[in-house]
Each structure stands twice: as C-alpha cells, then as structure tokens.
C-alpha cells in the first residue's frame, strides 16, 4: 500500500517560512521523481518544485529564490523549504510521485497539507 503523508503546514505572516515534509512508503523512493503541487481556492492545482532520482530540480517561476526542494533517500522523505512566504503562496500543497521527470502526471497522492500565509 503506498502511503504519501504530508506534514509542516500551518499559518504564518507574511515573509515567514515553514518547511513542508512527506514521508513515503510503499515505493521505491530512490527511483521516483518527487513533486510538490499546490492548489489555491478558485484555482487550478499547479507544479510548484521537483526533483528526479539523481537530485535535479524544477521550481514554479513564481517560487524559484524562496522555496527549495530536497530529498533523503535514507528515510524516503522529500522536503519543501518555504521562506520569504507570500500570501498568494496560501493553498492545500501535495506530495506527490512521478514516474521518472518532474513533469510526469503523478502517480499517488498525498493527501494535502494547509498552508495559510497572512498579510
């Protein structure tokens, strides 16, 4: 059973950071493009960071200088560090495993974390 478990979300002022966790099992973590999404009230769910097996990431334009995307294949969990938090940053963000490239449409899903990031 594959199990993506989101956590680190929460409320924060603007120009605040939090760092965002998900714990995988039930994969072959080391082979997996890990992905962060995010999706706003109103809005599509969008691509925000990724990383591949061999450590290269991708960062939505609107993140890239304040988030950063990392992984422990030891303890087959990915990260996401948010600083410089923006309000329109607010949304429920996703975990999520691809195949092989960040693009890759997901296959499993977290179940989401709240991020709520005030003015």
Do not use: H
């Not at 706003?40 to 991708?58: D, F, M, W, Y």
């Not at 890239?64 to 600083?83: A, C, E, H, P, W």
């Amino acid at each position: 059973q594959v199990q993506l478990v989101e956590s680190g979300g929460g409320l924060v002022q603007a120009g605040g950071s939090l760092r965002l966790s998900c714990a995988a099992s039930g994969i072959i973590f080391r082979m997996r493009a890990m992905t962060w999404y995010r999706q706003a009230p109103g809005k599509q769910r969008e691509l925000v960071a990724g990383i591949t097996s061999g450590g290269n990431v991708n960062y939505a334009d609107s993140v890239k200088g304040r988030f950063t995307i990392s992984r422990d294949n030891t303890n087959n969990t990915v990260y996401l560090q948010m600083n410089s938090l923006k309000p329109e940053d607010t949304g429920v963000y996703f975990c999520a495993a691809a195949r092989f490239q960040v693009t890759d449409y997901p296959t499993y899903w977290g179940q989401g974390t709240q991020v709520t990031v005030s003015s």
